[in-house]
């Protein structure tokens, strides 16, 4: 009403101006209409106005919450596509092939693991490998261009072994395990050596879940077995059965299973229901740096007085060329490895000497590696004053000492005897590589390995051990038969026996 009387007087002085000026009726007349034109427009825009506001406050409530949020995933969307995912998926992929080889056990005393690692690099593959560095890695894995090593940090070097740091050290791993997968997404393969299977396995299973690769699982035992030979063979302890429980739930996500004899992969097809052409036998087999040394006992003489990592062992009155030997053995000093075998026969041997014969030879025993028996055995070998025929030495030993030690040896021991029964030692292939003949402690599945008498001996306590060792010592027709067979196992390799097993699961081509 307002606007209307002010747009009168507006007209009405208007008009008054035109009367004076001398305007026609007409042109007062057209002042009129625009002046009623714009009131009209103004109206009209104000009520249009209030139409708008009220329609958009109704709209808005009224569009249902799904709506509004089939709206948000249209415009989230591309975003998830283009740019979080394949952050999330492929992080640092490369236009190589790519693999995670993780080993949660020392780098440089896991020699199949480095195996793997140097055979996908020579192949031209990006290998990520991951694992304890407590000794010196190998030279040939710091050289390849191809290989990059990840230490994962060592918890509790304590001998405590209590319930409560295992599960502290767990949890501790599975922390780093996740970091380092995080940042190595991308991969197309992931392979783990098994044991351990915790907690290792369910995170991979769960990266392959997420990232799309491939999991190949490198079983070289069963992880519950050797828990179950710590609490005393007993199975149906929880802490045993959760870890079958994990090993045969998880081992089922495995693209690819790798097993160290045909025994172990009959089990794993039979009991954990694993696809058979999922499964191939990779035997171990020596890498190229064990190889036999054919030299006189006088070269070798020589060699042990002057080598390094041996000279400081050798007692003065040690003599090859009197027909002294010299024997070796490695061993995680673990339960299923029971040293004390061996030390039982090394004193029947002595009373042997004794009692029955002055012409026995001396023995020079080398038992490298370590655990958590050792100080054990450390200390019941020198408790035992006694010690004339043979000479104990407890060595650790560098991955490239090693060999060279195997080498110098006449025979080698093995007393690996698989908390499982599926597995077979890698000691025995290590030894063949180098030449040396073996005296194993039998069990079933060693069948697929050790042949009696043709290039070892095998036993089954130390009293057969101790026969094995004299006949060892004194009969060289013996010692020739037995070194010809290690030789002719030894040109049986590791590189032709691995491109065999990938190409028949199609890893490689």
Known sequence: MVIWQYCLFLAKDEISKNSRTGLSFRQNYKVVMKLVWLVSWYNGSLQVSKSIETMSIFSLNIIPTWLWWLILLYLVTPLLAYFIVPYLINGTKSTKKRIIIYVLGDIGHSPRICYHTLSFADLGWEVELCGYIE???????????????????????????????????????????????????????????NPPSIPILPIAVCYKLVTRCKLIIDWHNLAFSILQLKFHGKFYHPLVLISFTIEFMFSKFADYNLTVTKA??????????????????????????????????????????????IKDYIPEDFDLLKG?????????????????????ALKIYENSYLKFDTNL???????????????????????????????????????????????????????HTSSS????????????????????????????????????????????????????????????????????????????????SMKELKIVH
């Open 361 to 415: 030879p001396k023995i020079l025993c080398f038992i490298t590696g370590k655990g958590p028996l050792k100080e054990h055995f450390v200390k019941q070998v020198a408790e035992e004053r006694q010690w004339d025929r043979c000479h104990v030495e407890f060595v650790w030993l560098t991955a490239e000492d090693y060999p060279k030690l195997l080498r110098l040896c006449d025979y080698g021991v093995s007393l």
């Open 324 to 344: 002294d030997k010299i024997i070796v053995t490695s061993t995680s000093f673990t339960p299923d490895e029971d040293i004390g075998i061996l030390l039982g």
């Open 264 to 309: 172990m992969k009959e089990y794993l097809v039979s009991t954990f229901r694993l696809k058979a052409d999922s499964c191939t036998v990779l035997y171990d087999r020596p890498a190229a740096q064990f190889t036999p040394l054919n030299v006189t006992d006088e070269e070798r003489m020589k060699l042990i007085h002057t080598e390094k990592f």
């Open 421 to 500: 029964g599926l597995d077979l030692p890698m000691k025995i292939l290590d030894m063949f590589g180098s030449g040396l003949p073996v005296l194993a402690m039998d069990y079933p599945v060693l069948n697929e390995l050790v042949t009696h008498e043709i290039n070892g001996l095998k036993f089954s306590d130390r009293r057969e051990l101790h026969e094995s060792l004299i006949f060892a010592m004194k009969d060289q027709d013996l010692y020739k038969k037995l070194r010809n067979g290690a030789e002719e196992e030894s040109r049986s390799r590791w590189n032709s026996s691995w491109e065999r």
């Open 135 to 193: 000794s010196e890695v190998p030279i040939s894995l710091i050289d390849s261009p191809n290989v990059t090593i990840h230490e994962i940090p060592v918890f509790g070097k304590g001998r405590d072994r209590s319930i409560i740091l295992m599960v502290q050290k767990v949890l501790f791993q599975v922390g780093v395990i996740i970091k380092q997968l995080w940042e190595l997404r991308g991969s197309d393969y992931i392979l783990l050596q």
